[in-house]
């Protein structure tokens, strides 16, 4: 057990170096020609780091003492995107979660519907790739509950999830999980923080919660989820919107 242990830290802070020096300079990077080609071998690296750690490894989970006093939010704060704002403007009682693509039984789900599934709550570190955290306590369903009502086929490989926040470029924010995260027990798409109804900046009415991951990952404003075999052929194809301007994929704390 210590020398697994052992290996466990060694991996990590190997990842965390990798992670760091990409990350730190991921803007710079992103105006290189040879920027994709070092971001796709951390990628390689992270990933195939993550499965010896164990598919089924748990992500830290903290006491309610540790809450912060503030959850401070990320990425975008307030879409301002037509769809949006109606929902917003009645509490998002009209609200439906789309499931589709590659699934046999296709969902639109109300947040009542939603809440009515076996929950769970977790209190996780949240890290951003901008090197700041805070920690929350998140309530919502496991995506993997979702995912057996909607039945993916055989050809499903990703979970792909669409956002109501259209991005300063024009393009609708996006990211995407494997199966091994989308099946985790601590991925949970999220509609309380904190006890209370996740805020608008926080990514009401329903975000992602992906806790082995950067909060790049994390989806906020969830409209749609969709079962692909390949994210190649959607916008950029790297498999969510920063990929696409150089990120990694596979973002694994």
Not at 85 to 105: C, I, K, P, Q, S
């Amino acid at each position: 057990m210590k020398l697994i242990n052992r290996r466990r830290r060694f991996l990590r802070n190997t990842l965390a170096l990798t992670g760091a020096a990409l990350v730190g300079g991921c803007d710079r990077l992103s105006e290189t020609d040879w920027a994709p080609k070092v971001l796709d071998s951390a990628t390689t690296l992270s990933h195939a780091a993550q499965r010896v750690l164990s598919r089924n490894a748990m992500a830290r989970e903290y006491t309610e003492a540790d809450i912060s006093p503030v959850f401070r939010p990320n990425g975008s704060t307030d879409p301002q995107s037509s769809a949006y704002r109606t929902l917003a403007a009645n509490g998002f009682r009209d609200y439906r979660l789309e499931v589709g693509g590659l699934v046999a039984h296709p969902l639109s789900l109300s947040l009542d519907a939603l809440r009515a599934l076996p929950g769970r709550t977790q209190i996780t570190r949240h890290d951003c790739v901008e090197g700041w955290s805070v920690i929350g306590q998140w309530t919502g369903v496991q995506l993997s509950r979702v995912l057996d009502l909607a039945r993916p086929v055989a050809a499903a490989r990703f979970v792909v999830f669409r956002c109501f926040d259209v991005m300063d470029d024009g393009n609708e924010y996006y990211e995407s999980l494997g199966f091994d995260d989308a099946y985790h027990p601590q991925t949970i798409l999220a509609w309380a923080l904190n006890g209370q109804p996740v805020p608008i900046p926080n990514g009401a009415p329903l975000r992602l919660r992906v806790e082995r991951q950067l909060g790049y990952k994390m989806a906020k404003y969830l409209r749609r989820i969709e079962l692909v075999s390949t994210f190649g052929d959607i916008e950029g194809g790297k498999g969510g919107y920063w990929e696409d301007q150089g990120y990694q994929w596979y973002a694994g704390i």
